[in-house]
């Protein structure tokens, strides 16, 4: 059974940083794109990034370009997503998910979530 389970959120300073760890199993990684979303109160789920299944290719909404990095250790089949130089607005649920094909921005094409993990950001 596939299965994501995340970790790593909790509360933090605006300018701190996390890394969210999204852990595989049922299945390998390595055959799947993985996305990072986030959903805020009262907000629609937006996709924040994505990691390619062939060639590690990566994606990011504009808002968080230069502060997230997202990479996939095939060995631990985990994906991460660092997050530096966080902001108010960083705050959300964060959620991992997979689709057995390219990366996508849009939540409807993941078929696999994982149960979330919360990220604050506050002084």
């Known amino acids: 059974q596939l299965q994501l389970v995340e970790s790593g959120g909790g509360l933090v300073q605006p300018g701190g940083s996390l890394r969210l760890s999204c852990a595989a199993s049922g299945f390998s990684l390595d055959y799947y794109a993985i996305g990072w979303f986030r959903q805020a109160p009262g907000k629609e789920r937006e996709g924040v990034s994505c990691?390619?299944?062939?060639?590690?290719?990566?994606y990011y909404v504009e808002s968080v370009k230069g502060r997230f990095t997202i990479s996939r250790d095939n060995a631990k089949n985990t994906v991460y997503l660092q997050m530096n130089s966080l902001k108010p607005e960083d705050t959300a649920v964060y959620y991992c998910a997979a689709r057995g094909l390219s990366c996508s921005a849009s939540r409807i094409d993941f078929g696999s979530w994982g149960q979330g993990t919360q990220v604050t950001v506050s002084s």
């Open positions: 990691i390619s299944r062939r060639d590690g290719s990566t």
